[in-house]
């Protein structure tokens, strides 16, 4: 009987993806999915480790399956992939003890022979070691979303600010040759996928390392030109690569979608030059009147961090005028914690209490969530058009979807329309959502076989 397999996933886009290449690396070894812990050989764990909050979870997950019997009454081995698993290393098995596997972000390859191993050895095993090679076999990935497909453009970074962790996990910047990702791309239209999501971490610092004359900004142009696609969307870009060029593309691409996310992390000038952002408070803002300026309608959302170290009520001031100055449509807002090998964890003290920061979070959430529900107001009496990529959380009869801009919208229809494209009059506004009614319908190309 095939062994099965069940991956488990914690964080961003990129770790998304990153599962969906582990699946198809253990089913092209022989092995088969399985739904829950209890019916698997093998549980991976894909683990985000930006925040200590990330860590926990996956520290209380592992406790979790433990207990669980697998097949024939014995618990599931345990491996750990991803960024928890790069940065701690071998340190993993001794802080959670039901670990047989690490496999770090760069060796996510190497995974189906580890676990081979574990499994026939019953010994611990490990790959943490750079591999510099980011190429990846056409069509191994398993593709879990019927209407998106993820394509990693570039891994690592090469900026470390200083509270971020992804340099120390996921390694220097490598670029992705063109021709590979456009392969890629084709591939996931010719299965039915009419959304593109490029990723990177600094995604518009991308050149290609088999075109040197190619930027990112090209790079959008080459994957909209690809017949099939009908939306192109990219994560994530930091403020100081987006170009002119990058601007004029969003603008006369017609699948590029007229969102964009722009991680500003704080407000004040100040803050930012501790967190090395290598941009001002009013270069952010320069450049958001450039962006508004330049794509007709595009909404942007952003990250925003509190509490950094040496964080005082008028930098936290900053940061909220700099929000109401944007209007965001939507944001990402944590708590600092302080991240194992950043520059931060180094060099400044954690010095704003807890609780101040938990009263900082609030009052920007609270300021956000009011710019948002004012924002879906005025798409009142709108229609929209709507990807139609999932049933509603909240009933079945309802489904869901995004406009170009990236707002969900909810309206009620079947199932069987998953992957089409909708024209929806907007009847209501929420903070989070926007309801309305479908006016016309565009049937899904033929779906992928998942």
């Known amino acids: 009987m095939a062994k099965r397999y069940l991956i488990e996933t914690f964080g961003c886009q990129m770790n998304f993806h990153d599962s969906e290449r582990m699946a198809g690396l253990l089913e092209a070894a022989g092995y088969e999915p399985a739904l829950e812990p209890a019916d698997a050989d093998v549980v991976v764990l894909n683990t985000c480790t930006v925040r200590e909050k990330a860590d926990d979870k996956v520290l209380s997950r592992i406790g979790e399956i433990r207990s669980e019997a697998g097949p024939g009454g014995q618990a599931p081995l345990i491996a750990v992939a991803g960024c928890l698993a790069q940065q701690d290393g071998a340190a993993m098995f001794r802080r959670a003890r039901g670990v047989d596997v690490v496999v770090g972000t760069m060796a996510e390859r190497r995974l189906p022979l580890l676990v081979d191993e574990a499994l026939r050895t019953r010994s611990r095993q490990i790959d943490i070691n750079p591999y510099d090679d980011v190429s990846f076999p056409l069509g191994m990935a398993r593709r879990m979303d019927p209407v998106k497909a993820y394509v990693t453009i570039i891994e690592g970074c090469n900026d470390y600010c200083a509270f971020c962790v992804v340099p120390h996990t996921r390694g220097h910047e490598r670029m992705r040759p063109k021709g590979e990702i456009l392969e890629e791309v084709q591939e996931a239209v010719q299965s039915g996928r009419t959304e593109i999501h490029l990723l990177g971490q600094i995604v518009n610092h991308y050149q290609a390392p088999d075109d040197p004359g190619c930027d990112f900004a090209d790079l959008l142009a080459a994957v909209d030109a690809i017949p099939g696609i009908r939306r192109v969307r990219f994560a994530s870009p930091h403020p100081r690569h987006v170009t002119a060029r990058l601007i004029d593309a969003m603008r006369e691409l017609p ?143 309802e489904l869901s979807g995004r406009t170009t801009g990236n707002t969900v919208v909810n309206f009620p229809g079947n199932q069987r329309e998953l992957g089409s494209f909708a024209m929806v009059e907007i009847e209501r506004a929420g903070a989070h959502s926007l309801w309305g009614r479908p006016r016309s319908l565009t049937a899904p190309r033929p779906g992928p076989t998942l």
């Open 255 to 397: 699948h590029v979608c007229k969102h964009l996310h722009l991680p500003v992390q704080s407000g004040s000038t100040r803050v930012l030059s501790a967190m090395r952002r290598r941009h001002t408070r009013d270069e952010y803002l320069e450049l958001v009147r450039a962006v508004k300026a330049g794509v007709a309608g595009i909404q942007l959302s952003t990250d925003m961090i509190v509490g950094f170290p040496g964080e005082a009520d008028e930098d936290f001031a900053d940061t909220l005028s700099l929000v109401e100055a944007v209007g965001f449509h939507s944001m990402f807002s944590f708590k600092y914690s302080e991240r194992p090998g950043t520059l931060a964890a180094k060099r400044l003290p954690d010095d704003v209490p807890e609780g101040e920061k938990d009263r900082r979070l609030a009052a920007l959430q609270d300021l956000q969530k009011g710019i948002q529900t004012r924002l879906h107001e005025e798409a009142v009496g709108s229609t929209v058009e709507v990807l139609i990529d999932s049933v509603s959380r909240r009933r079945e009869t």
